[in-house]
């Protein structure tokens, strides 16, 4: 059983579209993140949510926007896609705020921005 | 601000090589310290961590110990296999109040040969 899912696995379509990444968890935590890797593996911040909330929101373009219906999902929406986009897309969860350290990934949406 | 100094890669080592991936910080206050490990195609996993100075962190033969008297926290295996070939993470969450994200290091490739 998958503890964090993402949806889709890859994604590719063409500059100047609007797409959307869909991430659940099962673990009951309460925090969930956005990572964004690129192609030298750097992972960067860009969100993350506790119960909900809007607690981190790194510099990032307000082209992507994250949403969080209920705890266990947040999902990350992405408007006038461009090709510097292009990158893998993480999701994460940890229990709480103070287990920030111990975060369980997901399994990565590849975004190809053409 | 804090920040994690990981040495750079490609490791390259033969079966059953020792392997030492070194990491550096920078921080404020008192740390937590974490190795993570992705494997090809996958997301992100927790190897070890270690939250105090001199603490040892162990996990499916990899060892870290916490030295804050370098601001280290090396990763080390007696005898790599095939399968230990990931991109390694060093990363850390401060010890101050409201510190809800994990400062990561670039990352260090591991491929190791039969």
């Known amino acids: 059983d998958t503890a964090v899912s993402q949806t889709p696995k890859y994604l590719v379509t063409q500059m100047g579209n609007d797409k959307s990444i869909k991430c659940e968890q099962n673990?009951?935590?309460?925090?969930m993140y956005w990572y964004k890797q690129d192609s030298k593996k750097f992972l960067k911040i860009m969100f993350s949510?506790?119960?909900?909330?809007?607690?981190i929101n790194e510099t990032v373009p307000n082209r992507f926007s994250p949403k969080s219906p209920d705890k266990a999902h947040l999902n990350l929406h992405i408007n006038s896609l461009e090709l510097g986009d292009s990158a893998v897309y993480f999701c994460?969860?940890?229990?709480?705020?103070?287990?920030?350290?111990?975060?369980?990934f997901g399994p990565g949406t590849r975004l190809t921005v053409l | 601000g804090n920040s994690v100094t990981q040495m750079e890669g490609p490791v390259t080592l033969s079966e059953e090589a020792f392997l030492t991936i070194n990491c550096t910080y920078t921080?404020?206050?008192?740390?937590?310290l974490f190795w993570y490990v992705q494997y090809p195609g996958e997301g992100l996993q927790l190897l070890l961590k270690?939250?105090?100075?001199?603490d040892k962190g162990s996990n499916k033969g990899f060892e870290a110990t916490y030295r804050k008297e370098t601001t280290s926290f090396h990763l080390e295996k007696g005898s790599v296999q095939v399968s230990d070939s990931a991109v390694y993470f060093c990363?850390?969450?401060?010890?101050?109040?409201?510190?809800?994200?994990?400062?990561f290091g670039k990352g260090t490739k591991l491929s190791v040969i039969p």
């Open positions: 673990l009951g935590h309460d925090t």
């Open positions: 949510y506790n119960n909900k909330e809007l607690i």
């Open positions: 270690a939250t105090k100075a001199d």
């Open positions: 921080a404020t206050g008192y740390p937590s």
């Open positions: 994460a969860s940890s229990q709480d705020l103070g287990q920030v350290g111990e975060q369980f």
């Open positions: 990363a850390l969450k401060d010890s101050g109040a409201g510190s809800y994200q994990l400062t």
